[in-house]
């Protein structure tokens, strides 16, 4: 092969090389270009979540209009993305909604308010995250599973209100739960009743004095 073409051959080979390496580099400055676009922090101010957190309230009476089963798919996947530790995702949802089920909830608790349909928050003890020996976070990620699907609800126009006041044990009971699953939270769910109102511990705040310390 003469020498010309040999030296042509090796200028094409590192104009590929080239190339090969240039073309990465130009695809991360795109992803950095489409970053910048995204507003900071200090500007992604999300006022509608404001809204969202300040208009919702617990209702404590419920229209018997049955929730529809879109919304609540919705809901439970919103509760889906909630954050768990170590994404252990030990929640376990039952959805009481049939005659049978809604009137053992009212057997256990008298913080159902008429509502068609509850959310029943349990955690597995088969997929909980331990803390220590004798504790897990269990409680806590279910609650905040519990948030997501609140908000969602009332993002989709309707009323929730958690309830603690049940013994956990009546719920194992009368739902007939096997021996891991732990009731932590009740939730009725639906369409608010006409008549229904905040209370007045909706707007009753401590001021953020009270409640936060900076250090
Ligand atoms: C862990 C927890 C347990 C609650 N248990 C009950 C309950 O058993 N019955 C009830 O009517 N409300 C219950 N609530 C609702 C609170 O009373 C209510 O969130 C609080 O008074 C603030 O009012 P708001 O939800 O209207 O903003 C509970 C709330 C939480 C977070």
Not at 4 to 11: R, T
Not at 85 to 111: D, F, G, H, W
Not at 142 to 170: K, Q, R, S, W
């Amino acid at each position: 092969m003469p020498i010309d073409s040999n030296s042509n051959n090796m200028k094409k080979l590192s104009f590929i090389i080239l190339l090969a390496l240039a073309l990465p580099l130009c695809a991360c400055c795109g992803q950095k270009k489409e970053q910048k676009n995204e507003p900071d922090m200090e500007t992604k101010v999300n006022k509608d979540f404001m809204d969202l957190a300040a208009g919702r309230y617990s209702v404590r009476h419920f229209s018997p209009k049955p929730v529809e089963q879109e919304k609540i798919d919705l809901i439970l996947e919103a509760g889906k993305l909630a954050p768990t530790a170590v994404n252990s995702q030990p929640q376990m949802i039952y959805v009481l909604r049939s005659e049978e089920a809604i009137a053992k909830a009212n057997q256990i608790t008298r913080c159902i308010y008429g509502a068609p349909q509850a959310f029943m928050f349990c955690y597995d003890d088969n997929r909980v995250c331990r803390r220590g020996e004798n504790d897990n976070y269990g409680d806590i990620d279910v609650t905040i599973v519990l948030t997501h699907m609140m908000l969602e609800a009332y993002n989709l126009g309707l009323g929730t209100c958690p309830v603690g006041a049940f013994n956990p044990d009546d719920a194992k009971k009368v739902f007939d739960l096997p021996d891991n699953i732990h009731p932590i939270l009740l939730m009725p769910f639906g369409y608010a009743a006409d008549d229904a109102k905040p209370s007045a511990m909706h707007t009753t705040y401590r001021s953020l004095d009270e409640t936060v310390v900076y250090k």
